[in-house]
């Protein structure tokens, strides 16, 4: 079995997909991920328009064929007439996982009354290569950065949990490579039984 976490990044965005600025998305994943995975890893990105089935075609296609475990989307879940990615990530998915989305706003309201706005959602897809894991993200670094580590007091203690602590565990349950995280960025939770020895 191939421990190495394959994640898929996917920027929506009109006007970074046709070059009239530059995306701010992938960079800002990519760059949290490299701080907060303490596993293998590596990564497969789009950036793409706001177009409902070119969205559905691109999460088939690293969910089914290039076989991510993990699939983060930026971008397109406002009220806009042109925000569509929740709509193709329910199209393509098979089990809803609403939490994900619920602690997304939550996070976010902390900043910002027009969290309520936003319209992200979790979602597992099945396929013949195993199951992944396909979340929305906010489309803005600093909102992204928010709803994955969550918010530590002055104290540095966590008051509110970002939703990244859940993921390794639900990699877990859906047949994933076994994920493990640096604490000072985001501490994976897991049940007592689930947990495994620290790697050598």
Known sequence: MNDELLIGLVSISDRASSGVYADQGIPALHD????????PWR????????????IEQTLIELCDTVGCHLVLTTGGTGP??????????????????PGFGEQ??????????TAILSRQI??????ARGASLILNLPGQPKSIKETLTGLKGQDGQQDV?????????????????YIET?????????PKSALRPPAR
């Open 32 to 39: 949290w991920f490299s701080a907060a995975l303490a596993s």
């Open 43 to 54: 990564m497969e990105t789009r950036l793409i328009p706001d177009e409902q089935p070119a």
């Open 80 to 97: 806009a007439l042109r925000d569509v990615t929740p709509e193709a990530t329910l199209a393509v998915a098979h089990k809803l996982m």
């Open 104 to 113: 997304m706003r939550q996070i976010s309201l902390h900043f910002v009354p």
């Open 122 to 127: 979790g979602v597992i897809r099945q396929h």
């Open 161 to 177: 949990q970002g939703i990244f602590a859940a993921v390794p565990y639900c990699l877990d349950l859906i047949g994933g490579p």
């Open 182 to 190: 640096n604490d000072a960025i985001v501490k994976a939770f897991r």
